[in-house]
């Protein structure tokens, strides 16, 4: 059984916007923090975004700051990546995952996603 189940990606145009979605599928997961990475094709994977359990801190990969949202609905079991502003090099593979978080240097992750393509066109 998948944990994480992303959805939500898609082609679009340069200047769109799109929403992911990241549900899992065990209770247990809503304790864990909360990551988005993505990997573009011949590159490495990469942070995009993160939001801790308790009181939802989040933080960003500077190249997303200011066009992506990360939140998290605990009711749902479910966190979003809201991207707005969408760039051709914004295409990748996004994936999610639930781990741990201290500081930017210092987290670690779990559980992964298989990820949802999306693919933005100039």
């Known amino acids: 059984q998948e944990t994480l189940v992303e959805s939500g990606g898609g082609l679009v145009r340069t200047g769109d916007s799109l929403r992911l979605s990241c549900a899992a599928s065990e209770g247990f997961l809503r304790s864990y923090v909360k990551f988005w990475f993505r990997q573009a094709p011949g590159k490495e994977r990469e942070f995009v975004a993160v939001i801790t359990v308790h009181f939802n801190n989040t933080h960003y990969a500077d190249f997303v700051k200011g066009r992506f949202t990360i939140s998290r609905d605990n009711a749902k079991n479910t966190v979003y990546l809201q991207m707005n502003n969408l760039k051709p090099e914004d295409t990748a593979v996004y994936y999610c995952?639930?781990?741990?978080?201290?500081?930017?240097?210092?987290?670690?992750?779990?559980?992964w996603g298989k990820g949802t393509l999306v693919s933005v066109s100039s």
């Open positions: 995952a639930a781990g741990w978080f201290v500081d930017s240097d210092h987290y670690g992750m779990n559980y």
